[in-house]
C-alpha cells in the first residue's frame, strides 16, 4: 500500500509570491490534515478536509488556504509568501474517524 | 485547551542504555495519546498508540502506557540503539467536539545514542 506523497519535496520563493503544495493521501483514507514544523513554534495544525470539506481550521491568517479533490487530494496553498512561512509542511492522512495519523516526507519551503 | 508537555532535550545516552522521556497532557475527555519519530530530513512516523487509559502501546521495543491518573505517557526503551537517534513527538488526538482530526503535539525531544 503506497504511502502518504507529498510534492515538491523542496520550495525556493520570493516574498511576495504564492505557492502551491500537493499531497496525496493514502489510498481509501478521506481526511486530509496540515501542519506546519518551525524549529520555533514545533508542529502547529493549519486544517483538516474530510471528504472534501474543511472540519478543523488552526489559528493561522487567511493567506493559508486548503481544498480537497474528490479523489481525497488535497492541496495548501500560501498566497503572498513572507519570510516566516519557511517551514516543512506535512501533510498527514487518515480515516477520518479519529485514529492514527500517517505523515508525508513534507515539503520544504524556503522564502527569500 | 488541549496541551503536551515533553521533557527538555537533547538526551544523549550511549548504546544499550535504558530510555525515558516524559510526557504528560493537559485535555477535557479522554484523547488518544500518540508518539512519532523524525529522522533528519524525514516526516513523522508513527511509533506507537494508546486510545484509553491503561493501554500500552509497544513497537521496536519502545512502550508507553497511558496513565489517566497521572495524565502521562511516558517513552522508554530498555536498551537503545546508535539507529534509535531522533526525534520523538508525543502527540494526543481529541475525536470530540470540533477537534475531530487534529493532533497537538509536544515541543519535541532530541535523541543522541553514541556507540
Known amino acids: 500500500k503506497a504511502g502518504v506523497t507529498q510534492t515538491p519535496r523542496y520550495l525556493i520563493k520570493t516574498r511576495g509570491q504564492q505557492v502551491t503544495l500537493s499531497c496525496s493521501p493514502i489510498s481509501g483514507h478521506r481526511s486530509v490534515s496540515w501542519y506546519q514544523q518551525t524549529p520555533g513554534q514545533g508542529l502547529q495544525f493549519l486544517f483538516e478536509y474530510f471528504s472534501e470539506t474543511q472540519r478543523n481550521k488552526g489559528n493561522f491568517p487567511g493567506r493559508f488556504s486548503g481544498r480537497q479533490f474528490s479523489n481525497s487530494r488535497s492541496e495548501m496553498n500560501v498566497s503572498t509568501l513572507e519570510l516566516g512561512d519557511s517551514a516543512l509542511y506535512l501533510c498527514a492522512s487518515g480515516d477520518g474517524q479519529g485514529t492514527e495519523a500517517f505523515f508525508g516526507q513534507g515539503t520544504r519551503l524556503t522564502v527569500v | 485547551g488541549n496541551s503536551v508537555t515533553q521533557m527538555e532535550g537533547p538526551v544523549t545516552l550511549s548504546e544499550e542504555a535504558f530510555l525515558t522521556i516524559n510526557c504528560t497532557y493537559t485535555a477535557t475527555g479522554y484523547p488518544s495519546l500518540f508518539w512519532y519519530v523524525q529522522y533528519p530530513g524525514e516526516g513523522l512516523q508513527l511509533l506507537l498508540k494508546a486510545t484509553k487509559a491503561d493501554d500500552k502501546g509497544s513497537n521496536k521495543g519502545f512502550e508507553a502506557t497511558y496513565r489517566k491518573e497521572t495524565t502521562s505517557f511516558h517513552l522508554e526503551k530498555g536498551s537503545v540503539q546508535v539507529s534509535d537517534s531522533a526525534v520523538y513527538f508525543c502527540?494526543?488526538?481529541?475525536?470530540?467536539?470540533?477537534?475531530?482530526?487534529?493532533?497537538?503535539f509536544g515541543q519535541g525531544t532530541i535523541l543522541t545514542v553514541h556507540p
Open positions: 502527540a494526543l488526538r481529541y475525536a470530540g467536539g470540533t477537534s475531530y482530526g487534529k493532533l497537538t
